[in-house]
């Protein structure tokens, strides 16, 4: 009779088990808010403010920042220039920028780069950019692309 006990209760455990619900996996990964910054981020961990000069003007939409890394709002296929003598992982040991500090006039491109830090081919040449009449430090950015606050 004992046997028969614990038979029964097995079945009956395992029956109950085996009805058991499988539920999905959720992950969720919150990125926060992107470096409020006047002229961009770097596209890579921590995200630090690039200083004045490494973006070109077409990582600027209306004098906004179009974001970069996690917070990358441009088109698909984008690559814009940027100037990687500015790059820390470049040997950049300069100044980083102000809040405030006042537009580029010329800059000189040598890489582009999609939203998401990898090098590619710019639909146009890089040389002979100039900031966009207006430009402002890429100001008041929605979707949290740099700029001020």
Known sequence: ?????????????????????????????????????????????????????????????????????????????????VDNRFDPNHGYHGPMPGRGAQPFNHFQANEARDGHGNVGNAPHEGGGEHALPGYHGGGGAPHGGGGHR
Do not use: E, R, T
């Open 1 to 81: 009779m004992f046997h028969w006990k614990n038979l029964a209760f097995s079945a009956l455990a395992a029956s109950l088990l085996s009805c058991a619900a499988v539920a999905p996996a959720q992950v969720s990964v919150n990125i926060g808010v992107a470096p409020v910054c006047p002229y961009g981020y770097f596209d890579y961990a921590p995200y630090d403010c690039s200083p004045y000069g490494y973006y070109g003007p077409d990582w600027f939409a209306g004098g906004i920042f179009i974001g970069a890394g996690p917070w990358f709002h441009g088109h698909p296929g984008f690559y814009g220039h």
